[in-house]
């Protein structure tokens, strides 16, 4: 079972940054690609970005392209996502999510979660 645990959260203004931050415990990091998804109230959760294991393989949503950079330190067993330039339609719960394996842009294929931190931007 893997273990994931967000932070980083918060209020923020249009046009702002945040960090979200999503350390993993419980299995050995290695071979396991990794996914940010959002939620906005009403609707559903969406791909925002994913990292494989070695960093050789990373997909961004569009609506994020350009302003969002995801990361990972496999030593720390972390995986990071730089916001930039926020907007409010960033509005959200952020979910990490996990899987062995290649990374991938479907949610569904992602069998491990945390719990979600909320952004909130300001117009």
């Known amino acids: 079972q893997v273990q994931l645990v967000e932070s980083g959260g918060g209020l923020e203004q249009a046009g702002g940054s945040l960090r979200l931050s999503c350390a993993a415990s419980g299995r050995p990091f290695s071979n396991y690609a990794m996914g940010w998804f959002r939620q906005a109230p009403g609707k559903g959760r969406e791909f925002v970005a994913a990292i494989s294991w070695s960093r050789g393989t990373i997909y961004y949503a569009d609506s994020v392209k350009g302003r969002f950079t995801i990361s990972r330190d496999n030593a720390k067993n972390t995986v990071y996502l730089q916001m930039n330039n926020l907007k409010p339609e960033d509005t959200a719960v952020y979910y990490c999510?996990?899987?062995?394996?290649?990374?991938?842009?479907?949610?569904?294929?992602?069998?491990?979660w945390g719990q979600g931190t909320q952004v909130t931007v300001s117009s």
């Open positions: 999510a996990a899987r062995q394996g290649t990374a991938l842009v479907t949610r569904n294929e992602y069998p491990y």
